[in-house]
């Protein structure tokens, strides 16, 4: 099905250009390395710009390359790929979300919240593909993670997505 999609969004165009852009051999190598393959199906400037962002220093409020936190990192991500302006903290973002309980429904692009500090949402990522999510963690600052990491497991809350 994805290759008829990808067969309709290329031969629909009047662009000269294809609507799906593969990232570089080199976004793709890495993210293999990760154990994320991305295909045609995926949305690349997704996987295009969190390369961008990985190995960025942790910075509490901060919101540049310079160093992030992981609400600064969801809103930067959600700004430049989807052209969406999110607000606030983890847990205003949450507010903004049409709430996902079943983690196996989770899509490209949502957004993944925990419950870390005193039972209240204190930490978000941007969901990849297969448990895979994006974040910026305090010790080790925007990093690629896995829901099934009993640490994620343990904190896990919810998913949401913005329409």
């Known amino acids: 099905m994805c290759f008829f999609l990808y067969f309709i969004l290329i031969t629909s165009s009047t662009k000269a250009q294809p609507l799906i852009h593969l990232p570089e051999k080199e976004?793709?190598?890495f993210l293999c390395n990760k154990g994320i393959e991305i295909d045609s199906c995926n949305y690349h400037p997704l996987y295009n710009e969190l390369y961008k962002w990985l190995d960025?220093?942790?910075q509490y409020a901060g919101n540049s390359n310079n160093g992030i936190d992981c609400s600064g990192l969801v809103k930067q991500l959600y700004n430049k790929i989807y052209n969406i302006s999110l607000s606030g903290g983890s847990k205003d973002i949450f507010n903004q979300v049409i709430v996902i309980n079943n983690i196996n429904e989770l899509m490209e692009g949502d957004?993944?919240?925990f419950?870390?500090?005193k039972n209240r949402i204190s930490h978000v990522g941007v969901f990849l593909k297969d448990?895979?999510?994006i974040h910026s963690s305090v010790q080790k600052g925007v990093i690629i993670s896995h829901l099934s990491?009993?640490?994620y497991q343990?904190?896990?809350?919810s998913g949401g997505r913005i329409l």
């Open 154 to 157: 343990k904190y896990y809350f």
């Open 149 to 151: 990491e009993p640490y």
């Open 115 to 117: 419950k870390i500090k």
């Open 56 to 58: 960025t220093p942790y």
């Open 131 to 133: 448990g895979y999510f």
């Open 27 to 29: 976004i793709e190598d």
């Open 111 to 113: 957004i993944v919240f």
